[in-house]
Each structure stands twice: as structure tokens, then as C-alpha cells.
């Protein structure tokens, strides 16, 4: 049950990152407009969100079939640690009671955040990973 678990919380957070670059790809002027109201303007640079879409996708599909775990996940959890820090105010106060603004739907980013680091703790029971499949099939006994 855990190693299922485990392909599980991997998907669902690779599917929400692989729509985060698919929304840069398709709807650039979204990006523009959260990056402007939560990240200073950081991704403010209309020509280089596609590619970073892209990118996105890219590290997206890895993570959802388990390639490149000891790249991809560090990489999965700096993204959602940035989304998570662009909505701290309402990671904190997600009624506004005390900064305005907030919105309690942005809450759940200190969950996916979590889930990240639980993926990266429990790494090594995951089974239904490329990077698991790829190894035991290294170590299998050749016929003969």
C-alpha cells in the first residue's frame, strides 16, 4: 500500500506542476499577472515564461514516471517552496485577519510543500519509478 501511496502523492504533485507550465505555455499573460501580484515582477519577462513552461512540463513528466529522482524532486520542491512563499500571507492568515489580500484557497501550498518533502524522505520505498525499475533491472541475473 505505501509503494502506491507513494506513486500517488508523486503523480497528483507532478500533474499540478505539469499544469503550472502548461498554463506559462498556453496563457503567458496569466503568469505575468500572478508574478506581478505575488512574485515582485520576478518572472515579469514575457518571452522567457513560454520556455520556462516548457522547462516546467519537461521536469513535470520526469517526476510523474520517476526519472531523475535526485534532480527532479529537489527541483519539484523548490518550485512549490516558491509558490508557497509567494502566498505566505495567506499560508498564515488565510481568513485576512490580519494582512489583506489573502485567500484561504492558497492554504493547501504549505501541504503540497509537504508532500514534497515526504517524497524526498521516503524515496527509497518507492517502487513504481523509472529510477526504481531502471536498477532492477540492472541487478537481475542475465540468462544463460
Known amino acids: 500500500m505505501r509503494a502506491y501511496s507513494l506513486l500517488f502523492l508523486r503523480f497528483s504533485i507532478a500533474l499540478l506542476v505539469f499544469h503550472w507550465g502548461l498554463d506559462k505555455i498556453l496563457d503567458p499573460g496569466h503568469t ?3 508574478s506581478d501580484r505575488f512574485y515582485m ?3 515579469s519577462f514575457p518571452a522567457l515564461i513560454p520556455i520556462l513552461g516548457v522547462m516546467q512540463v519537461g521536469v513535470a513528466l ?3 514516471v520517476g526519472f531523475a529522482r535526485r534532480l527532479v524532486d529537489p527541483v519539484i520542491l523548490l518550485l512549490t517552496l516558491g509558490t508557497a512563499l509567494g502566498v505566505w500571507k ?3 492568515d488565510p481568513w485576512g485577519l490580519v494582512f ?3 485567500n484561504a ?3 493547501p501550498s504549505l501541504i503540497v510543500v509537504a508532500a514534497c518533502v515526504l517524497l524526498l524522505a521516503f524515496r ?3 517502487r513504481y519509478v523509472f529510477d526504481r525499475i531502471r536498477e532492477e533491472g540492472k541487478e537481475a541475473p542475465a540468462a544463460g
Open 32 to 34: 505575468l499577472a500572478v
Open 41 to 43: 515582477g520576478l518572472l
Open 62 to 64: 520526469a517526476a510523474m
Open 90 to 92: 495567506s499560508i498564515l
Open 100 to 102: 489583506e489580500g489573502t
Open 105 to 107: 484557497l492558497f492554504f
Open 124 to 126: 527509497s520505498d518507492e
